[in-house]
């Protein structure tokens, strides 16, 4: 079995050829048509009209009873007989309905029943690249990109088969490249790699995918011709409408563009005293005659913060930015938003924009790509933090407080007239296995379920990765490794909601005080008495971001949970969390035990020899010694740190050095 085909290893399956005949019909483009037969075949083995056993039906009828009206991508299946027939709404529901059928029979077998309809949550189920045009990727952990390379764009048998996979756990949104757009990924714009761009849209379509790219707000001035690119100046708009015209003229299956702006150094529309919601419509407008959406970023905030000013908060810049512009974003504008306040922390808050954002089209923003949570070194199933987020109550006043999870938000569409959408930053490079440790495949794996159907269960989507990966026979350790992994990794490195103390820049392994003296906003204030932000109303107001209902909860330390506690309050070390420990001991604690839980991996792992392909086994059992390695270092530099500040000993007499 080949990493390569991580969860689609129909190997077995298409040695026997399966299919009588295979007829597709309907409103279906001849891309989507020559795909969804060869992918079948690809599956299911060449068509075989004497000895095949299945005869397949499939059509894209938009106005069938059944369907009008209906999310995109959505589609039927059922089963007569040794008649199968796939009815979709659109070519992306035709393309989902054919992986649907692939895993059905992988999981299941061929003789599974089958009659069930799809209706994905979302019409925006995205995966964002951080891959730059030299071949690197920001944040990425797997081997270099495979869509660029030496600044041109790659298009080869691996651009369709990562397609495959995409569109095989539903996404149907992909961005190409790099939220940080410099250099040469500025020119994706121009007519300078229109051809590739072209072609790849038509491959990502085949695929049931739209193409998006990531585009740099100070485009007109640095692509040569203008001195400003202020949103309300003439000049600048019709660059912008001049722009878009040409390039959706070359590329009509483009979906749109992703913007960060006014961020880490990009360029946005402050620089020229106009808000966010200016700088959105001045692409929103210009994209609009092309039905086309633009996708802008809420991660703004001042990254040039002097840690001596101990007024401003980084967790509320992008709702002190945002909140103030609801109702004003295009139709056609949707506002990016990260998971939490700050950025991917092992936990966070859900960010309090969700709680009070009522007349934007809203995505929530995932990060699949290990930052902060192991780098694909360490074992993270991050399905379990995301069902956490996702089941979270906003209480958002538009809709009641039981439907105001992002689970229903999203999955219900349940605020009139707000579009919502999903994205999430990819965790893929070029290396063979695609996801530098083959088990982070899950995170890939069960972000794309979730997308189409935000209240799925966390174990039921990793059970469904196992058995279609390693086969459930001999796995319940596995399981539990892969449930217990994310509040493994939580407990060796920053919990009770405090976050960083990662080593600055690259993200990985302890540095308590790396990122304290710096210009990030990101810090914990220890001293030899306390440690935690004051977030309360007595101090930066952050907990008051919420409706009552939800904030009120947090603001006081007698009801926030333990999980968050050190996020929303400045805590003594020998104050008491509900768990009755004292915080010190905590600290101490979690890190003993999180260390000892990664030993534990290591034996439970070893125990699964003989039953995982060798070369498999070997690299992942490697990934796990590194991860030991990185929880030794965590609890050690840690607790030695609380040690030295604190001079209060563990109760349980450990070492701490
Ligand atoms: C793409 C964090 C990451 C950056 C990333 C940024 C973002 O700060 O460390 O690498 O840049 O988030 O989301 O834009």
Request: hydrophobic fraction near 40%; glycine fraction near 8%.
């Amino acid at each position: 079995m080949r990493a390569y085909d991580a969860w689609l290893n129909t190997n077995e399956l298409s040695k026997k050829r399966w299919l009588k005949a295979i007829q597709v019909e309907g409103a279906c483009s001849e891309l989507v048509r020559g795909r969804a037969i060869s992918e079948l075949e690809r599956a299911f083995g060449l068509v075989n009209p004497e000895d095949g056993c299945w005869s397949l039906y499939l059509s894209v009828e938009p106005d069938h009873d059944d369907l009008k009206g209906q999310m995109t991508g959505t589609f039927q299946i059922s089963r007569q007989a040794d008649s199968i027939y796939i009815r979709a709404v659109d070519d992306s529901g035709l393309i989902a309905a054919i992986y649907a059928l692939v895993k059905k029979a992988l999981l299941d077998g061929l003789d599974a029943e089958l009659d069930f309809t799809h209706v994905p949550a979302t019409s925006l189920r995205m995966v964002n690249h951080w891959d730059n045009m030299d071949g690197s990727i920001e944040r990425g952990y797997s081997g270099r990109s495979f869509f660029f390379k030496d600044r041109e764009i790659v298009l080869n048998d691996r651009t369709a088969d990562y397609c495959r996979l995409a569109a095989s756990v539903g996404i149907n949104a992909i961005v190409i490249n790099n939220v940080n757009v410099k250099d040469e990924a500025t020119y994706l714009i121009t007519d300078k790699h229109v051809d590739r761009l072209r072609k790849m849209s038509e491959l990502f379509h085949s695929f049931g995918i739209q193409l998006f790219l990531s585009l740099n707000y100070a485009a007109p001035v640095e692509l040569g011709s203008l001195d400003t690119a202020d949103p309300l100046d003439e000049a600048v708009i019709k660059w912008w409408d001049e722009r878009f015209a040409e390039v959706f003229r070359n590329l009509p299956l483009l979906g749109g563009f992703l913007v960060k702006a006014d961020s880490e150094g990009r360029p946005g529309p402050f620089t020229y005293g106009r808000n966010q919601a200016e700088g959105a419509n001045l692409l929103g407008r210009a994209l609009k005659p092309f039905g086309k959406a633009l996708i802008w970023r809420a991660f703004v905030y001042n990254a040039q913060q002097d840690w001596r000013d101990l007024k401003t908060d980084r967790a509320r810049a992008a709702f002190d930015y945002f909140a103030p512009l609801d109702g004003q974003f295009l139709d056609n504008v949707y506002l990016q938003i990260k998971n939490g306040p700050m950025d991917f922390q092992v936990r966070e808050p859900v960010s309090p924009l969700f709680s009070q954002m009522t007349k934007t089209n809203l995505i929530l923003e995932l990060q699949i790509a290990q930052e902060y949570t192991g780098q694909q070194i360490d074992l993270c199933y991050l399905g379990t933090q995301w069902r956490e987020i996702l089941d979270f109550k906003t209480g958002n006043p538009a809709v009641n407080l039981d439907a105001s999870s992002l689970a229903h938000m999203i999955g219900d569409q349940s605020i009139p007239g707000v579009n919502f959408g999903i994205a999430a930053v990819s965790n893929t490079g070029d290396d063979e296995n695609w996801f530098g440790n083959d088990l982070a495949a899950l995170n890939y794996y069960a972000y794309g379920l979730l997308a189409s159907d935000p209240h799925m269960n966390s174990r039921e989507m990793a059970m469904q990765w196992v058995a279609l990966t390693f086969g459930l026979e001999g796995m319940d350790d596995l399981m539990l490794m892969l449930e217990e992994s994310w509040s493994v990794y939580e407990a060796y490195t920053a919990p009770l909601g405090i976050g960083w103390m990662v080593t600055p820049h690259t993200h990985y392994g302890p540095s308590v005080d790396g990122y304290e003296y710096d210009r990030w906003g990101t810090y914990h204030k220890a001293d030899h008495k306390a440690i935690g932000v004051d977030r309360t109303d007595e101090g930066t107001g952050y907990a008051k971001l919420y409706p009552a209902v939800v904030g009120d909860v947090f603001n006081s330390k007698d009801s926030c949970p333990d999980e968050f506690v050190l996020f929303y309050h400045r805590m003594d070390y020998t104050d008491r969390l509900k768990s009755g420990k004292t915080l010190i001991q905590h600290i101490y604690d979690s890190r003993f035990w999180g260390y000892e839980e990664v030993e534990g991996f290591i034996r439970r792992w070893d125990a699964l020899e003989g039953l995982v392909e060798d070369a498999r086994h070997k690299r992942i059992r490697a990934r796990f010694w590194r991860q030991l390695q990185n929880a030794r270092e965590w609890r050690d530099q840690v607790n030695s740190y609380f040690w030295r500040k604190t001079g209060i000993a563990d109760e349980k007499g450990r070492t701490l050095y």
